[in-house]
């Protein structure tokens, strides 16, 4: 007979234990979340500072802001280009917290196969 080993609580409150998972809340702020961020950010933010730095890492990026900006542009059509880095970071943001979650699961999925 073998006994279940609880987890230790991350402080999360009741009511939010119940509506979000923990491997989510972990994923919001986690390396792989911050690095997956960076990897989408940084390299399309340097293009746009200077040309000489765009470089092929920064094509999920640019891919990124083009299309908010062909919707930005349908939505709102007089905006200058800097308005939509605001989308565009949260966009960049949402899409790294999905690469932190599926992190997040895999690496709870192995340390229960290790148990």
Known sequence: MTAERERPGDGASPALERYLPASLRRAVASP?????FAAVVVPFAL?????RFFSPLALPGYLLYSVGTAIGNAVAPRFEFW?????????SYSIAVA?????ERLRDRATAAND
């Open 83 to 91: 308005v939509y880095w605001v989308p565009f970071l949260g966009a």
């Open 99 to 103: 690469v932190g979650y599926g992190y």
């Open 47 to 51: 293009g746009w500072l200077d040309s």
């Open 32 to 36: 792989a979340t911050v690095a997956a």
